[in-house]
């Protein structure tokens, strides 16, 4: 882990420890627990409009930032449990979405790399085509063999879910 992020890691570790809170923290739990954080941190920004989003409250603005902090220790604490370095990672992420959105042909653009056009990220279909039928008809749901959701969809919840793959 990166060196910047030690000392607060290390405060979190003996936060964990003093209080025996280590045996709860698995990566299950840890992931669990900063998916509820964001949702806490979505539900002020439920229902708002775009500009209301954008002009919150002072009372507003200081307990979006105890969401924040909230989802970034439990980020953390993930990351440390695993040993992932987050630094390196970001930047290992940022680099890899320079490749699939090139200036050139995503400024501008809210859509997907597979709408973009760079050839990076093929569908499971494309990379899979004895799958397609069996994931019409397994994920998607249809009788009739038409899709309930975009096979990009299939592919984010496989990736947010690795143990659903057996299913297919």
């Known amino acids: 882990m990166n060196d910047t992020l030690q000392p607060l890691i290390h405060s979190l570790r003996c936060f964990a420890a003093e209080r025996n809170w280590q045996q709860f923290h698995s990566p299950k739990n ?3 627990a900063l998916s509820v954080e964001a949702a806490e941190l979505l539900e002020h920004f439920q229902w708002l409009s775009e500009a209301e989003s954008q002009m919150l409250s ?4 200081a307990a979006v ?4 902090a909230d989802v970034f220790i439990y980020l953390l604490q993930l990351a440390d449990k695993l040993g ?12 890899a979405n320079e490749a699939k ?3 050139e042909k995503a400024a501008g653009s809210s859509k997907k790399y ?13 990379r899979h085509p004895y799958r397609r039928q069996r994931l019409k008809r397994s994920v998607l749901g249809h009788q009739d063999g038409t899709a309930a959701c975009t096979l990009y969809e299939v592919e984010d919840l496989a ?6 793959h057996r299913m297919l």
């Open 30 to 32: 840890l992931a669990c």
């Open 58 to 61: 002072a009372g507003k603005i």
């Open 65 to 68: 930032r105890d969401e924040l």
């Open 84 to 95: 992932v370095d987050l630094l390196a990672a970001a930047e290992n992420k940022v680099a």
């Open 101 to 103: 959105y090139p200036i």
């Open 114 to 126: 597979r709408v973009v056009g760079n050839g990076v990220g093929r569908s499971i279909a494309a």
């Open 159 to 164: 990736r947010r879910f690795p143990e659903a």
